[in-house]
Every structure is written in C-alpha cells, then in structure tokens.
C-alpha cells in the first residue's frame, strides 16, 4: 500500500526557509507526481507544486520565486523548500501522489503536518 | 486561477437523508473534477474523480455529477461516518484549485 509521511519543524521564524520531507512507502517516486497541498487555518487550501517521475517540477505561481521541491530517488523521498515565509504561510501542510487515470486527482495523502511561522 | 465556488458552506442533515454539495467553476472544467472527504484531524481521501467515477472502496451511497461549470455530490442516505468537510478540486488548469469545503454534520 502507497503510504506517504511528511517530518519536518513544527515552528519556523518570519523571513526563514520552511523546509518538509515527504517520505514514501510502497511504491517509487520515479512513477506518477508528487505534490504539496496545503490547508490554512479557516480551512481554503492550495496546491502548491508538485515534482514529477522524471523530477521536472511545476509550481503555484502564487508562490512565485519563494518554492522548491526536488527529490532523493535512493531515499523515495521528495521535498518542500518554502523561503522567505511569513506568518501567512501558518498551515498544514500535505504531501500527495497524483494520479492520471483519463483524469488527475490526488489517491494517496500524508497525514500532514502543521507548520507555524512565528517569531 | 479557476476560481471553484462551493456551496453550501456547512450542512446539517439526519440520518437516512440524501444530502447534495455544489460546486461552480469560474470557467468550463470538462469534468476535471475531484470530490474529498476529510474527517478531523485525518489526511483527504478521495471519493470521485472524472466527476463521476467513484474511487475504490468508496461506499457507492456516494456519487458524483455535472458537466461545464456545474457539479456536485450526492450522498443518497446519510451515515454517521459521513460527517467531515468535503472539498471539491478542480485539474483542468493550472494551478489546481480548491473549493472553499462544506462542513457536513448529522442531525
């Protein structure tokens, strides 16, 4: 079964890099895409990016110059790079595989992980 | 950005009652659309994708619908393990997007 886990710190300070790990189980990163979504306190959420199975990367441009997500193929693990944050980046935070079955949709999530960015 | 309209924003129906979510695309989305499920404190599951091909495992008391800018999901008898915020997505354009949820709780 395809299981996926987001690790990273809780609290990050205004102005610094918020930096995730998703760790995945049960099936390679080098098939299908894996993004991050977000889930902000008030309950909108955004999709943030993803990386793909030969690594090329699409990002929200919302999120303009400030994302980054790469990839550890040996590890089966992919990451979320945030600079620059500020208190508006206060969320929960998702990684996702995405699907493509005549259609995208998002088949298998991490638990999530809360980030606050505070000073 | 497609912007995705959901309504309503919180729902309270009994048990047995078949419940309809909406939700409107600011631009035709050609049934690229995926309904969630979240419970508290728990990850999305996905319930339809395609608007209307329901996810395995799903309970088929759940279905999807619509076309162009207008779909929805339909819970056709309600069970209490069914309350949670449901969210729409559309993957039509990028960047995906979200509804905005709908809370759903049993009477």
């Known amino acids: 079964e395809v299981q996926l886990q987001e690790s990273g710190p809780g609290l990050v300070k205004p102005s610094q890099s918020l930096s995730l790990t998703c760790s995945v189980t049960g099936y390679s990163i080098t098939s299908n895409y894996w993004g991050w979504i977000r889930k902000f306190p008030g309950n909108k959420m955004e999709w943030m990016g993803y990386?793909?199975?030969?690594?090329?990367?699409s990002y929200n441009p919302s999120l303009k110059s400030r994302i980054s997500i790469t990839r550890d193929t040996s590890k089966n693990q992919f990451f979320l790079q945030l600079n620059s944050v500020t208190t508006e980046d206060t969320a929960t935070y998702y990684c996702?595989?995405?699907?493509?079955?005549?259609?995208?949709?998002?088949?298998?999530w991490g638990p999530g992980t809360m980030v606050t960015v505070s000073s | 950005d497609i912007q995705m309209t959901q309504s309503p924003a919180s729902l309270s129906a009994s048990l047995g009652e078949t419940i309809s979510i909406e939700c409107l695309a600011s631009e035709g989305i050609s049934s690229y659309l995926a309904w969630y499920q979240q419970k508290p404190g728990k990850s999305p599951q996905l319930l339809i994708y395609g608007a209307n091909s329901l996810q395995a495992g799903v309970p088929s008391r759940f279905s999807g619908s619509g076309s162009g800018t207008q779909y929805s999901l339909k819970i056709s008898s309600m069970q209490p393990e069914d309350e949670g915020d449901y969210f729409c997505?559309?993957?039509?354009?990028?960047?995906?997007?979200f509804g905005g949820g709908t809370k759903l709780e049993l009477k």
């Open positions: 990386i793909s199975y030969s690594g090329s990367t």
């Open positions: 996702a595989r995405s699907q493509y079955y005549g259609y995208w949709y998002f088949d298998f």
């Open positions: 997505q559309q993957s039509y354009k990028f960047p995906w997007t």
